[in-house]
């Protein structure tokens, strides 16, 4: 089948070219996210291949299906940017990839904390300069601190049974609780429950309208005072200005960021050169409590191998009529 490939970072050629080794398909990779004004380049192609920031509204999807496209294939697990009831209205049929590897987010999220935490961004750059002070880099033992998990599906458990090995006591909350957290040897909350004792929060729920800002003033103020917040799921749960005035009131201790809510104007290029005009995200990165990262946590050897051969995988499926392993049903 015609594959359009866009947003194709070098990483995405590389691994998809050795998965499409096997399937055989017409790959063309564009740079250009997938949006409104780009879609027409996607005409002729049977499918498109998209990921986290690229767009595809009931106006997106209506081109696409002008075109001749009739599958979209997201090279990953979140589907935030898909119209599915317009996908299911003209025919689209949309695949992602469910299950690739929770570690890799999983162990990003233990590395943003444990470097928020120990401030080893600021060490690193300290004794790059040949300072070794070690004013304002104290953190905590996570040994026995509570930590909860927002959403306890496949990252969230991972990311749990890693914390329950640095001997943390772990709390979650989940719309739909799952014994396998539980069997792990941790156990559910309420969600205020989860303000008042977490040490340090983690998100690992979808975004979906349920769980936008799920983090904002109000749940920001019932948090314990001086707790780490890590979000490696989707920017969309966190209003950011809240937490831009609880780090500058100390109610919220740290913050570690793989995703961000505006990320779709900044991730994924090179834009040192530039002059940024996103002061929400300038404030950010100019707190000493702050990391962020851009949107990297999946970016693992085994997780990309796995996206990518699931990925064509599921369009040879579609190309030979067989039932859809990882279609995604419109609710
Ligand atoms: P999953 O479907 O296995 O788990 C998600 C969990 O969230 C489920 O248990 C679900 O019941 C729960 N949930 C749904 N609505 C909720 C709500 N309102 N409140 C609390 N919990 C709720 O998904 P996963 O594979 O663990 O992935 C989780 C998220 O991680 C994805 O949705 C995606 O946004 C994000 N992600 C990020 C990256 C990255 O590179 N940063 C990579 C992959 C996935």
Do not use: W
């Not at 953190?139 to 909860?148: E, P, Q």
């Not at 927002?150 to 090995?165: C, E, S």
């Not at 500058?248 to 290029?269: C, H, I, N, P, T």
């Not at 997780?303 to 064509?312: G, K, M, N, P, R």
């Amino acid at each position: 089948m015609k594959v359009a490939v866009f947003s194709a970072k070098p990483y995405d050629r590389e691994f998809l070219d050795k998965a499409n080794a096997v399937e055989g398909h017409h790959l063309k990779y564009f740079d250009d996210p997938l949006d409104l004004e780009t879609v027409d380049i996607a005409a002729g192609h049977d499918a498109v291949c998209i990921f986290v920031n690229d767009t595809a509204d009931a106006q997106v999807l209506d081109a696409l299906k002008r075109g001749g496209t009739s599958l979209v294939a997201l090279r990953c697990t979140g589907f935030n940017n898909v119209d599915l009831k317009a996908a299911e209205r003209l025919g689209i049929k949309v695949v992602r990839v469910v299950d690739y590897s929770p570690n890799s987010v999983a162990e990003h999220a233990v590395a943003l904390l444990l470097a928020i935490n120990r401030r080893i961004h600021r060490a690193y750059n300290r004794t790059r300069d040949s300072n070794f002070a070690l004013d304002g880099l104290m953190g905590f033992d996570l040994y026995g601190k509570t930590v909860a998990v927002v959403g306890t599906g496949k990252i969230g458990r991972v990311f749990a049974r890693i914390m329950l090995g640095f001997g943390c006591n772990v709390i979650g909350f989940d719309k739909f609780p799952s014994p396998e957290f539980e069997a792990l040897g941790a156990r559910y909350a309420l969600p205020d429950e989860i303000g008042t004792s977490a040490d340090i929060i983690s998100l690992h729920c979808p975004l979906t309208p349920d769980t936008y800002h799920i983090v904002n003033a109000d749940s920001l103020s019932r948090a314990k005072r001086g707790a780490l917040l890590v979000n490696t799921s989707r920017g969309g749960l966190v209003d950011t200005e809240a937490v831009i005035e609880a780090l500058k009131s100390g109610q919220l201790g740290g913050l570690a960021l793989d995703v961000y809510e505006q990320e779709a104007d900044v991730f994924f290029r090179d834009l040192s050169g530039t002059i940024i005009a996103d002061d929400v995200l300038q404030r950010l990165v100019s707190f000493p409590n702050v990391i962020v990262t851009g949107h990297q946590a999946f970016l693992t050897r085994e997780a990309v191998t796995t996206i990518c051969q699931t990925t064509l995988q599921s369009v040879t499926e579609f190309e030979t009529g067989k039932p859809l392993s990882n279609e995604i049903a419109s609710s």
